[in-house]
């Protein structure tokens, strides 16, 4: 059942996102390189790229609610921007779509 599925990987993203933003609490919080080249940069690029996983999380867990949400709608596996059914190896593969692959490729 997609609801079961859905809830089990929300709770492991709450879980890493925990992780991630203990880190860095904001995530669109700036950047900024450090100016010798050494442990600054180091640290600035892993920052960063602790800054792009807390977003990657953060847009999934957000597509993980609004599935979860048109499960209880009865709209589930229809693509929110056209309306179209979304193709079922999509949602076997990842049970959290909420868009055809047409509108999840515009969407980024
Ligand atoms: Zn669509």
């Keep these: ?16 996102l925990g992780v991630v933003t203990t880190v860095e609490r ?4 700036s950047v900024s390189f450090g100016k010798r080249v050494g442990d600054g940069t180091t640290e600035a690029v892993e920052r960063l790229n ?4 807390a977003r990657e999380l953060d847009a999934m867990l957000r597509d993980v609610d609004r599935a ?3 499960l209880e709608e009865g709209t589930y596996g229809i693509c ?12 076997d ?7 055809c692959v047409e509108d999840a490729a515009l969407r980024s």
């Design 1 to 16: 059942m997609a609801a079961e599925e859905l809830r089990v990987r929300r709770e492991q993203l709450l879980a890493e």
């Design 26 to 29: 904001d995530p669109d919080a």
């Design 50 to 53: 602790r800054v792009g996983t």
């Design 68 to 70: 979860l949400q048109k």
């Design 80 to 91: 929110d921007r056209c309306g179209k059914l979304i193709p079922e190896e999509r949602l």
């Design 93 to 99: 593969a990842r049970p959290w779509s909420v868009l």
